[in-house]
């Protein structure tokens, strides 16, 4: 199995469905695509040919095997596409579906629930880059000055001779006053703040998105980041 793809076992997912997957995505990726989350259906009977979803930077990918797994269908949808996506929990297991502008609903059940969380927040972070695109600054271009290296020169050897004959002139001034400075106190925190465990699951991703736009946007370093993303989907 290729090295890139290991990292999508860590979730309770079919190593063999995996496998079956990562060997057809080489010849459907494109130029640039990378696959962000692998989620696999799990249901309570042993299922040998499970449905998979494939979540990229440009696409949603449904896989479905067929012909006792020798063949797959592989259905995909664009980011631009899609409207909106939702997640559902169920005892077994929860559902992830979405929906398209042109009103195509698609779901997959079955899929364990913290896979589900994360395609639910992987996609709702490339909706939001989406509609709130990264722009880069055009940088400035640096004002190389003149040099004038005699006059400076001159400059310097008058300003040094003034100092040094300036110091043997005046006499040390000891200060007689003391300055004192107080304490500076902690700020508190704001008593109006909800906790995480107070809010419902809307606003818990609503605050993720905000962290990912102060990322984007530099205000925020990646461990950062990946900090507020893993307290905030222990609460959801």
Same mark, same amino acid.
């Given at each position: 199995?290729?090295?890139?793809?290991?990292?999508?076992?860590?979730e309770? +997912?079919? =190593?063999?469905a995996? /496998?079956?997957?990562?060997?057809?995505?080489?010849?459907?990726l !494109?130029k *640039? @695509?990378e696959? *962000?989350?692998?989620a696999?259906?799990?249901? #309570?009977?042993i299922?040998v040919f499970?449905?998979? &979803?494939?979540?990229?930077?440009k696409?949603?990918?449904i896989?479905k #095997?067929?012909?006792?797994?020798?063949?797959m269908?592989f259905?995909?949808?664009?980011w631009d596409?899609i409207?909106g996506?939702?997640?559902?929990?169920?005892?077994?297991?929860?559902?992830?579906?979405?929906?398209?502008k042109?009103?195509?609903?698609?779901? &997959?059940?079955?899929?364990?629930?913290?896979?589900?969380?994360? &395609?639910f927040?992987?996609a709702? @972070? +490339?909706?939001d880059?989406l509609?709130n695109?990264v722009?880069?600054?055009?940088p400035?271009?640096?004002?190389?000055e003149? %040099?004038? /290296?005699?006059e @400076? %020169?001159a400059?310097?050897?008058? @300003?040094?001779? %003034?100092?040094?004959?300036?110091?043997e002139i !005046?006499?040390?001034?000891?200060?007689?006053?003391?300055?004192?400075f /107080? =304490?500076?106190?902690?700020?508190q =925190?704001s008593?109006?703040?909800?906790?995480l465990s /107070? $809010?419902s699951? %809307?606003e $818990?991703f609503?605050k $993720?998105q905000?962290?990912?736009?102060?990322?984007?946007?530099?205000l925020?370093?990646? *461990?950062?980041?990946?900090a507020?993303?893993k307290?905030?989907?222990s609460y959801?």
């Open positions: 199995m290729k090295e890139q793809f290991k990292k999508f076992l860590n309770e +997912q079919d =190593p063999k995996i /496998e079956k997957i990562t060997s057809k995505l080489n010849d459907l !494109m *640039g @695509e696959v *962000g989350y692998i696999v259906q799990k249901k #309570p009977a299922t499970p449905d998979s &979803i494939v979540l990229t930077n696409r949603i990918i896989c #095997p067929k012909n006792l797994g020798l063949s269908d259905t995909d949808y664009t596409e409207v996506t939702f997640v559902k929990e169920n005892i077994l297991g929860s559902e992830f579906s979405f929906s398209t042109t009103d195509i609903q698609a779901s &997959i059940d079955y899929i364990p629930k913290i896979q589900a969380r994360k &395609i927040t992987y709702k @972070e +490339q909706l880059i509609k695109p722009v880069t600054a055009t400035i271009q640096e004002i190389v003149p %040099e004038y /290296e005699e @400076e %020169e400059i310097e050897e008058v @300003e040094t001779e %003034e100092v040094t004959n300036y110091a !005046m006499p040390a001034i000891t200060p007689s006053y003391t300055e004192t /107080e =304490p500076i106190q902690p700020a =925190p008593t109006g703040e909800r906790k /107070e $809010l699951k %809307e $818990l609503d $993720l905000n962290y990912k736009k102060l990322l984007d946007n530099g925020i370093l990646q *461990g950062e980041y990946d507020y993303k307290e905030i989907l959801m």
